[in-house]
Every structure is written in C-alpha cells, then in structure tokens.
C-alpha cells in the first residue's frame, strides 16, 4: 500500500483512506505530501470522512488542499486600506480601540442575539473592527424570519476579529449570532475576506500588520473549528466561544489545549479527573448541577465496548453509569443515589439517549432543556418538575410520570416526536405556563387529579382528541387554543377559565362547563362546528365570546348579565337567544345574525338598547319569515 494511503488509514480510516484515493491521485505520487497536508491541517479523526459525506463537501474539500499548492494563483491584492474597499461595497468601517467602542454596535443587535464579544474583555485577545451597512437602519430584524448566514441582515453588521498572536486567526461574526439555523455565525463569508471584497486580505495585513495564516485556502464545516494551530477540530459543544471536542481537545479563543487521557475525559463541557475523583466544568460561568449529582467519589473504572465507553463511579453514597458514545458525547445516563435534582441538571447537553433516576424526588429548572435526543427517562419517584422541564425534545416517545403532583412552567415545550402519542400523570395537581405548548403528536391526555392549569396547556396542538381533567378548578389563558381535533369536553369542576380558551378549536361539537361563572374575552371565538354549549351559571362574557361559530343555533342562559363587545357576531344560524336577566351589552352582538326567531333579553337597561344590532330593530318594524320575539 502507498506510503500516505497507510498513514490517512490509520489516523483517519480506511473511508477517508479511499477517498482519498479518489480525490487525490497525482499528490500521492510524492511521498509524504498529502499525508503532511491531512494531519497539517486536520486533527485526525475517523469521524472526518463520515462528516464530508454527510455534508456533501468532497469538492470543497479537494479545492481546500489543493490550495496549498496554488499559492501563486491568488489574486493580486488592492493596496487600497480596509477602510476604502468596504466604502466601496456600501459600509462603515470602525476600528476598536478601547472596551467602550466595542459597545457603541451593541444596539444593533435583537435581544438574545448580541455577541460575546460586548461581555468579555476582547481587546485583550483579539484586534476587533465592525461594519456596518449604510443603509442599516432600513434592514428590520422582523423580516427575516428564517435567518440565512449570508443574507442581508446577517451581514448588515459584521465584527472582524483577528486574534493577538503570530497566527492572527480571523473569525467573522454574524449579525444573527447564534440565532442562525445552520452554518457558523463565527465563520461568515466562510472567515475569507476575498468573500467580501477581493484585496481585503493584503489590505488588512499592509495597514495593520494583520497576517493570516494561510488565508488564500479557507475551509467550513458544520461543527469543526479552526485552532490556532491551522488545524480543524471537531467539536461536540460551542459555549461562550469556548469548543469542546473529540480527542479530549477544548479550543478557547483559538487556543488549542489537549487535556492528558490518561487522566481526563472531556464528555460534553464537562471534565472528569480520574486522578482527583472528580467531575469539573471548564467554563466556570456554566451553571449544571450535574457535576454535584454523585459526592465523595470513591472509584472510577472505564469500560471500552467497541465504540462506546461506560463510566461507572462509585461514591460514598452509591453509584452513577455513564455512556459516551465514539465522540465522547454523554448519551445514558444511571444514577440510583441522587434524590434531589438541583437546576440546570444537564441543561445544555444534546445527545443524551436515555436518563434512569428513580430514586429522584424533587427536579429543579432547566432540567435536559437543550436536549433533543432523549427517547427513555425513567423518574418513577418524582413528585415536583421545575420550569422549562425537557423543553425542545423532540425524540421522547412515552410520558409517565406516575407519582408527580406539581409541575413548573414550561413542561416539555415545543416537543414534536410523532411516535409521542399519550400522556399519563395521574397525581399531578398544579401545573404551570405553556404545558407541552405546540406539540403536534399528542393524541390522549389523562391526568385525572389536576385542579389548577396554567397559561398556554396545550396551546397550538393539533392533535388531542382526548382529555381527562374532570378535577380541574382553573384554566389558565389559551386553554387547547389552536387545537384542531378534540370534538367533546366535559369539564365538571371547572370554575375559573382564562382568556382566549378553546379559541379556534375547529372540531369541537360539544362543550360542558357547569360550574364556570365568566367567560373572558376570545373564548370559543372561531369555533365553526360547536353544536352545544351548557355553562348555566355563566353571569359576564369578555369581548369577542363565540364570535365566528355557523354552527350553534340556541344560547340560553338564565344567569347571564353582562355581555362585551362582538359576542355571538357572525353566527348565522343562531335561531334562539335567551336570557331573561341580561342587562348589559356591548357593541354589535349578536350582529350579522339573519335567523334569530326567539330572543329575550326583557331585562336590558335603556342605556345599552342602542347597542342592539341593526337587524333586530328593523325585525319589528317588517314582516319576515321567521316570527321574532323580541322582549325588552
């Protein structure tokens, strides 16, 4: 086998090793060529082949190494400074002298979306510059609803940033941050200024001293980082500009530290010191209680089987397993000792399979909030969930959780795994905000001891067709708003509803709500198929209130006496309105109501008669089809 074949096979696997082959054959002809410019450029990796693949990037690849080579065709650089050349393109040029420069392009930034670089003392490792579009103030966040790297409010505001030592690595910050659904926001124009306008390279280097290592060859790859070393490193997390990658490598700023394996593993953004016993975060700023999770370790054995490694640590109170798989990414996690789950338990880590922590009672917020692997966790002892509980998973299969009784705001938000068909918790009595708000799989919901339901339950799921709450005493705002299947609901105990509840149900037929005294502003509006509606002890309606139902034809209610404005609007087959001790009324109710044959409102007080619709004055003055009974 040729000499680089042999090397590329063993650092980086007999795949790359093939296409190598394919790829590159005249640079195989001189030995040690392309093996040099592999492990020059490339951390070795045998994940390096599967991720090229995977991203389609065999060309951009191939022009990448052989950009070593062609050195001298590189366009010959303006002489023009940097400030010039982005003139020209249509940009403000700023350089940053002191921290307080910095923060003066801060207010171009969307909330949630500003840069590291106004919190953190950049000047001390990076030479920062900014442009910005002239026409900025034209450019509105609002329209980009799916942000694209290199659109237009992407690159609206750029930071330039080269780092201080001989390499000066440049990165090129996005507008969008990292609020970008694909690609780098720290690699945008790929971190070649030739991207944006040819010369910008030379410039920067002939105005301020700025030369790059290697910039005529520029290489991007989803979850690769360039080190300072020129090599690429992939990365399993990127927090606070710090990457954590494979290999036991954690890049900060561009500088590359190898952690020793026979003493670390870096799993996730955590470090486990085999020699101290102990688990650590790099980054101090990072709050996850997971690192406390098991106390007084005893005893740590690593287990390799094939691909993965199993941890298992044994401490003065009992043991924790943990699986990583060929990344070194934590995906099972075992821990029969912990009770009480402080917050953000693993809040930021991804692939995390399966979670056993039966002995638990108590979790705290944020609990797996970022994950979105999870298909099994088993929690058969818990009896409080804290907010934002498993938010955007979107694997989970089954939800049980036998023995909860309270749960925080935020329970499994936006989780949207078809396979998640039913939802069994039978002891839980409060529930909080937004309770597995837009997740479209769900089908049955039985959860028979609830009495106080917060904002949001249910909120944009299309799904539910069934749902047990017969206890429940308190709903929230947008109750099941959006929901597109449930036709019946009976709701025996219910007395307080908030707004906007079972608005735009477009299925629901029948509604039993016996005990609810108000019904605020939005409920059942644009409800096209309620047949029936019994809630006898209703005495105010909001604004709004079954506005946009052709389906209900009779409303009687013995108690009603106060109405808002557009109640019972557009509903067109409503023959029979009835109640008796109704004395006060809002604008056009009952409005654009061509059928009405039976109507008592006898107790209306003078002042609101004015506010009864056009139609039902002139029903008394003409003879019609239909014989209106009008009492007032």
């Not at 995977?54 to 023009?80: A, C, P, Q, R, T």
């Not at 500009?241 to 530290?257: L, S, W």
């Not at 029979?576 to 109710?589: D, E, S, T, V």
């Amino acid at each position: 086998m040729n000499y680089d074949l042999k090397i590329i096979k063993k650092k980086f696997g007999e795949n790359m090793m093939k296409l190598s082959r394919e790829l590159f054959p005249t640079l195989l002809e001189e030995k040690g060529l392309l093996s040099g410019l592999f492990l020059d450029n490339f951390n070795p990796s045998k994940m390096l082949y599967d991720d090229i693949k995977k991203e389609h990037l065999e060309k951009e690849f191939k022009m990448f190494i052989y950009g070593f080579l062609n050195k001298d065709e590189v366009i010959e650089n303006s002489k023009k400074t940097p400030k010039e050349l982005f003139e020209e393109i249509g940009y403000d040029f700023y350089e940053c002298e002191t921290e307080e420069d910095i923060k003066k392009f801060k207010k171009y930034y969307a909330r949630g979306e500003e840069l590291c670089t106004f919190n953190d003392k950049r000047l001390d490792k990076c030479y920062v510059f900014f442009v910005v579009k002239k026409n900025v103030d034209e450019i509105k966040r609002e329209k980009f609803k799916n942000p694209i790297r290199e659109d237009e409010y992407g690159t609206s505001v750029m930071s330039i940033q080269f780092t201080r030592d001989e390499t000066h690595t440049l990165s090129i910050k996005n507008r969008y941050n990292h609020a970008l659904l694909e690609g780098n926001p720290d690699a945008t124009y790929r971190n070649n200024l030739e991207n944006i306008a040819p010369g910008l390279t030379k410039s920067f280097e002939n105005i301020y001293g700025l030369k790059q290592f290697n910039p005529s060859v520029n290489f991007e790859m989803k979850n690769y980082v360039r080190g300072k070393d020129g090599k690429f490193y992939k990365y399993n997390y990127e927090i606070n500009n710090v990457y954590y990658c494979t290999d036991n490598v954690i890049i900060d700023n561009f500088e590359v530290k190898k952690l020793p394996k026979e003493r670390y593993i870096v799993m996730d953004y955590f470090i486990l010191d085999m020699k101290d016993k102990k688990i650590t975060l790099y980054d101090e700023s990072i709050n996850d209680s997971f690192v406390s999770s098991i106390k007084n370790i005893k005893k740590i054995d690593v287990l390799k089987n094939g691909l993965t490694k199993t941890i298992v640590i044994i401490g003065e109170e009992g043991n924790m397993i943990i699986k990583l798989d060929l990344n070194d990414r934590i995906i099972e996690v075992d821990n029969e000792t912990l009770k009480n789950v402080s917050g953000d338990y693993l809040s930021m880590t991804k692939y995390i399979d399966k979670l056993y922590l039966n002995n638990v009672i108590e979790v705290g917020n944020n609990f797996l909030s970022k994950n979105k692997s999870l298909s099994k966790i088993s929690m058969d002892n818990v009896k409080v969930i804290g907010n934002n509980f498993l938010e955007s998973n979107n694997n989970i299969e089954e939800v049980s959780f036998l023995n909860v009784e309270k749960i925080g705001n935020g329970f499994m938000f936006q989780n949207n795994n078809p396979k998640l068909k039913k939802i069994y918790i039978p002891k839980v009595e409060i529930v909080g905000n937004s309770f597995m708000f837009r997740n479209n799989s769900v089908m049955e919901v039985f959860m028979p001891s609830v009495k106080s339901i917060g904002n949001n339950f249910f909120d944009s799921n299309q799904i539910v067709r069934t749902l047990e709450i017969p206890l429940a005493e308190k709903i929230g705002d947008n109750f099941l708003e959006n929901n597109g299947l449930i036709n019946e609901l009976y709701l025996p105990s219910t007395i307080n509803i908030g707004s906007n509840f079972l608005k735009q149900n477009q299925m629901l037929e029948k509604l039993i709500i016996p005990n609810v005294i108000e019904l605020k502003s939005g409920t059942l509006q644009h409800n096209n198929n309620l047949k029936e509606l019994y809630a006898p002890r209703v005495v105010k309606i909001g604004n709004n209130v079954l506005e946009l139902n052709n389906s209900l034809t009779e409303f009687e209610s013995l108690y009603l006496e106060e109405v808002g404005d557009n109640f019972l609007k557009y509903n067109r087959w409503l023959e029979k309105f009835i109640a008796p001790n109704l004395r006060k009324i809002g604008l056009y109710i009952l409005s654009s109501n061509n059928v009405l044959i039976d109507v008592d409102i006898s107790s209306l007080i003078d002042e609101c008669k004015d506010n009864l619709s056009k139609y039902m004055k002139e029903m008394l003055k003409q003879e019609t089809p239909y014989t209106l009974k009008l009492k007032y």
